[in-house]
């Protein structure tokens, strides 16, 4: 069984930057593709970023539009994935949730295409 367990979160001022961070266990194999999706109030759950497995220890990256140029998302290992978010806003404000499947692609699509999900990590920005 696959765990997921995310850190990172806070709360910070317009402009700010924040590091999540997700360590996954019982994943057995590299075929495991990894993603960020973030809820915000009073919103469904949305996809922000994934990795994709391209190769041994290469990596594909995709984005929402609307955090493009402002978070980087690293697959640093097998287990490990991050979220680097700078120039955050108070729309980021949110849960932000890691989600692993068992597929070599991590679609920014609907979060019923992903298996596994942690208990999220909770991003206050204020302005």
């Known amino acids: 069984q696959v765990q997921l367990v995310e850190s990172g979160g806070g709360a910070v001022q317009t402009g700010g930057s924040l590091k999540l961070s997700c360590v996954a266990s019982?994943?057995?194999?590299?075929?495991?593709?990894m993603a960020w999706f973030r809820q915000r109030p009073g919103q469904e759950r949305e996809a922000v970023a994934g990795t994709d497995v391209r190769g041994p220890r290469t990596y594909g990256t995709t984005y929402t539009d609307s955090v493009k140029g402002r978070f980087t998302v690293t697959r640093v290992n097998r287990d490990t994935l991050t979220l680097q978010m700078n120039n955050l806003n108070p729309e980021d404000t949110g849960m932000y949730y890691c989600t692993a499947r068992a597929d070599k692609s991590c679609p920014l699509v609907s979060p019923s295409s992903y298996n596994f999900w942690g208990q999220g990590t909770q991003v206050t920005v204020t302005s």
């Open positions: 019982g994943i057995s194999t590299s075929a495991y593709c």
